[in-house]
């Protein structure tokens, strides 16, 4: 089955600097990448996705690359701000057809914006 | 629309007993997959539900189990709870086509003692 490796597990960043967060995955065929944000005590809220046949994506402060020949993906926030604190998320899916999939995810990052 | 919703928010069980965790998707949504969530092993899908079929399964004991009704509501029991059950459960629900977004419940934290 797929297999998502995430990194780093803790990130700490000083407001307004970048912070970066990668993700490798082993199925070849996975072609479905969401990020997921997770508030302590709170519900896992997606924030980006992206799906294989695009190279990268962005919205506003957040940008994820996708690497298919790597297998790998990151997440990129820029002007981070004390709110982005939370854990991040990667997760990666295959195609199983009929409409049905199943997301593997990372470990997840806890990410630290310093004031 | 209402978000997906799951009740109960807590549950302490001792080990043996069962447990059944309900949840609602948002309106419409025909897809529901449930996650266990943990400090050590973090998300891992349990199982998918279709319209009241199951379509996809983790790599979880038989004492694991679901089912989704005809409104697209869904259960999950635990039977012969062990410590190591004690978790955050998450449901999330999606239309049901490929790959849409996943929208997560609140959670049902259990605690097995």
């Known amino acids: 089955g797929e297999n998502v490796e995430q990194h780093p597990s803790t990130l700490s960043v000083q407001e307004g600097d970048s912070a970066v967060i990668k993700c490798t995955y082993s199925?070849?065929?996975?072609?479905?990448f969401p990020w997921y944000k997770q508030e302590l005590g709170k519900r896992p809220q997606l924030i980006i996705d992206?799906?294989?046949?695009?190279g990268e994506k962005k919205d506003q402060r957040i940008a994820v690359t996708l690497n298919k020949t790597a297998k790998h993906f990151s997440l990129h926030i820029t002007e981070t701000q004390p709110e982005d604190s939370a854990v991040y998320f990667c997760?990666?899916?295959?195609?199983?057809?009929?409409?049905?999939?199943?997301?593997?995810f990372g470990k997840g990052t806890k990410l630290s914006v310093i004031p | 629309k209402a978000g997906v919703t799951q009740t109960p928010r807590y549950l302490i069980k001792t080990r043996g007993q069962q447990v059944t965790l309900s949840c609602s998707p948002i309106?419409?949504?025909?897809?529901v997959s449930w996650y266990q969530q943990t400090p050590g092993q973090g998300l891992q899908f349990l199982f998918e539900?279709?319209?009241?079929?199951?379509?996809n399964k983790g790599n979880f004991p038989g004492r694991f189990s679901g089912r989704q009704f005809s409104n697209s509501r869904s259960e999950m029991n635990v039977s012969t709870l062990e410590l190591g059950d004690s978790a955050l459960y998450l449901c999330?629900?999606?239309?049901?086509?490929?790959?849409?977004?996943?929208?997560f419940g609140p959670g049902t934290r259990l605690l097995v003692l």
């Open positions: 199925d070849s065929a996975s072609n479905y």
């Open positions: 309106s419409g949504h025909r897809s």
């Open positions: 992206i799906r294989s046949n695009v």
């Open positions: 999330a629900s999606r239309a049901g086509n490929v790959q849409e977004t996943q929208y």
């Open positions: 997760a990666a899916s295959p195609p199983r057809g009929a409409g049905s999939y199943q997301l593997t």
């Open positions: 539900y279709f319209s009241e079929t199951q379509r």
